[in-house]
């Protein structure tokens, strides 16, 4: 019972960030295939459910491959890119269709004591997606293949605000009523740039995006694709996803996440843990510093409350803290979830500082976090013309001497502190020179 009361506080965050944001979530037909799909379904069900809009958007190869085989169809490619005649059109158009269907069915399923029961959710599937011929490349006519012409953001917009799951396909229609194939992965890109969706949330087989030595990649900024593109050899769906990604993120789409769909709560490992469960494409991977703001008063709380219940921080009042937010600065991580805090009080002599509350979240440490805020309060403090920095501890004082802290007395502090000193707390004083 503890447990699940300490995960469900701390999926609280994340619940609220998301709330009301738009998620585009892409899945292969290989996903829709696999024996964890339910699962998947499951987890979108409960994000509709938390006030998350969503648009789910999904591809149909190995059901086109099937189709193709059965009528001794044989695929043709041309530079990753299918071949579409008319004869393979038939196919697509009977492939795609019977996968929404099984998709919007899997979303319908509402059976007593399961995950669904009562989710009554509205799935809502149509001609939102303008496509233009693919044409004829290097003397090649790819026929019906097409790509994303338009996306009609505002009737998406209109059911979404309806609180409905938007479903697209791999199908685009031009002005003239003639349909095309297209790949779900440029439609999952293009609409959730059109929709400036906070996430475009990407399937895969594998669990993300790996390193040199098999490792998986938790954080991946837009600068290190091109070297990730590189060493992926002939994974060329995972290739196209992470492309997908690339183009998003570049076009302003804050963060595109790619986990796999084998593992059953991927999806909901990923958007409410700290840790996550794939790999998080975005700008900038690095931890953000920047000044606290009356918002970040809740997450304050969060992170110093168990340090304050220990003893090893002097209690403080959220009153008390919405007077002094202006001295903090935070760390926060790829999702703006505070990671790290310090706050800096300028003593009346003018010429040093106080450096309190310096804490890192536990799942944080070891990152060398609170060694990057503290150089960066030191250069704050310089600007302001200070000279010295003074710190009081209890438990952490080697911590601060590797810092280049000095112990000192109590004789050395600013009077208007020494007067404040809790002789009864007995904190140790450490003094840094500017």
Same mark, same amino acid.
């Given at each position: 019972?503890?447990?699940?009361?300490?995960?469900?506080?701390?999926?609280?965050?994340?619940?609220?960030?998301?709330?009301?944001?738009?998620?585009?979530?892409?899945?292969?037909?290989?996903?829709?295939?696999?024996?964890?799909?339910?699962?998947?379904?499951?987890?979108?069900?409960?994000?509709?459910?938390?006030?998350?809009?969503?648009? @789910?958007?999904?591809?149909?190869?190995?059901?086109?491959?099937?189709?193709? %085989?059965?009528?001794?169809?044989?695929?043709?490619?041309?530079?990753?890119?299918?071949?579409?005649?008319?004869?393979?059109?038939?196919?697509?158009?009977? %492939?795609?269709?019977?996968?929404?269907?099984?998709?919007?069915?899997?979303?319908?399923?509402?059976?007593?004591?399961?995950?669904?029961?009562?989710?009554?959710?509205?799935?809502?599937?149509?001609?939102?997606?303008?496509?233009?011929?693919?044409?004829?490349?290097?003397?090649?006519?790819?026929?019906?293949?097409?790509?994303?012409?338009?996306?009609?953001?505002?009737?998406?917009?209109?059911?979404?605000?309806?609180?409905?799951?938007?479903?697209?396909?791999?199908?685009?229609?031009?002005?003239?009523?003639?349909?095309?194939?297209?790949?779900?992965?440029?439609?999952?890109?293009?609409?959730?740039?059109?929709?400036? %969706?906070?996430?475009?949330?990407?399937?895969?087989?594998?669990?993300?995006?790996?390193?040199?030595?098999?490792?998986?990649?938790?954080?991946?900024? @837009?600068?290190?694709?091109?070297?990730?593109?590189?060493?992926?050899?002939?994974?060329?769906? @995972?290739?196209?996803?992470?492309?997908?990604?690339?183009?998003?993120?570049?076009?302003?789409?804050?963060?595109?996440?790619?986990?796999?769909?084998?593992?059953?709560?991927?999806?909901?490992?990923?958007?409410?843990?700290?840790?996550?469960?794939?790999?998080?494409?975005?700008?900038?991977?690095?931890?953000?510093?920047?000044?606290?703001?009356?918002?970040?008063?809740?997450?304050?709380?969060?992170?110093?409350?168990?340090?304050?219940?220990?003893?090893? @921080?002097?209690?403080?009042?959220?009153?008390?803290?919405?007077?002094?937010?202006?001295?903090?600065?935070?760390?926060?991580?790829?999702?703006?979830?505070?990671?790290?805090?310090?706050?800096?009080?300028?003593?009346?002599?003018?010429?040093?500082?106080?450096? %309190?509350?310096?804490?890192?979240?536990?799942?944080?440490?070891?990152?060398?976090?609170?060694?990057?805020?503290?150089?960066?309060?030191?250069?704050?403090?310089?600007?302001?013309?200070?000279?010295?920095?003074?710190?009081?501890?209890?438990?952490?004082?080697?911590?601060?001497?590797?810092?280049?802290?000095?112990?000192?007395?109590?004789?050395?502090?600013?009077?208007?502190?020494?007067?404040?000193?809790?002789?009864?707390?007995?904190?140790?004083?450490?003094?840094?020179?500017?």
């Amino acid at each position: 019972m503890i447990d699940y009361v300490k995960f469900f506080r701390e999926t609280s965050p994340y619940i609220n960030m998301h709330r009301g944001k738009t998620f585009v979530i892409a899945i292969s037909g290989d996903g829709v295939l696999h024996a964890n799909f339910t699962h998947v379904v499951q987890d979108i069900a409960l994000l509709n459910s938390l006030g998350i809009r969503i648009v @789910l958007v999904h591809g149909a190869r190995p059901q086109i491959e099937e189709r193709l %085989a059965n009528r001794n169809i044989a695929p043709r490619f041309q530079d990753h890119t299918r071949v579409t005649d008319a004869a393979t059109m038939d196919c697509v158009k009977d %492939a795609v269709g019977n996968t929404r269907i099984a998709i919007e069915g899997v979303l319908s399923m509402g059976l007593a004591n399961s995950p669904m029961h009562g989710a009554r959710i509205r799935v809502v599937s149509g001609n939102f997606i303008t496509a233009k011929p693919v044409g004829v490349r290097n003397g090649i006519d790819f026929h019906h293949s097409g790509a994303v012409r338009r996306i009609d953001r505002a009737a998406i917009q209109r059911q979404l605000d309806d609180n409905a799951i938007v479903l697209l396909s791999s199908l685009g229609y031009s002005a003239t009523g003639e349909a095309f194939n297209l790949a779900y992965e440029d439609v999952a890109t293009q609409t959730a740039v059109a929709l400036k %969706a906070e996430k475009l949330i990407l399937f895969s087989e594998k669990p993300g995006i790996p390193d040199d030595a098999g490792n998986l990649i938790r954080i991946l900024s @837009l600068p290190d694709v091109n070297a990730c593109l590189a060493r992926m050899g002939d994974d060329q769906g @995972l290739k196209n996803l992470l492309n997908a990604g690339y183009l998003a993120c570049n076009n302003g789409v804050a963060r595109t996440h790619l986990i796999s769909y084998q593992k059953n709560g991927a999806l909901l490992c990923e958007l409410f843990t700290r840790e996550g469960e794939g790999t998080l494409l975005l700008h900038d991977g690095n931890e953000v510093i920047r000044n606290a703001a009356i918002d970040d008063i809740a997450g304050l709380l969060d992170i110093i409350s168990p340090l304050e219940e220990s003893g090893v @921080l002097v209690k403080r009042s959220r009153e008390l803290l919405e007077t002094e937010i202006s001295r903090f600065t935070l760390v926060v991580d790829a999702e703006n979830v505070l990671v790290a805090c310090a706050a800096l009080y300028p003593f009346t002599d003018h010429q040093s500082a106080e450096l %309190a509350c310096v804490v890192t979240h536990p799942d944080y440490r070891n990152r060398g976090l609170a060694s990057r805020l503290l150089a960066h309060l030191e250069k704050q403090a310089r600007s302001q013309g200070l000279q010295q920095l003074f710190v009081l501890t209890t438990q952490t004082a080697h911590w601060f001497l590797e810092q280049g802290f000095v112990p000192v007395s109590v004789e050395s502090l600013p009077a208007t502190k020494k007067e404040l000193y809790n002789y009864q707390r007995n904190s140790k004083i450490f003094m840094k020179p500017l």
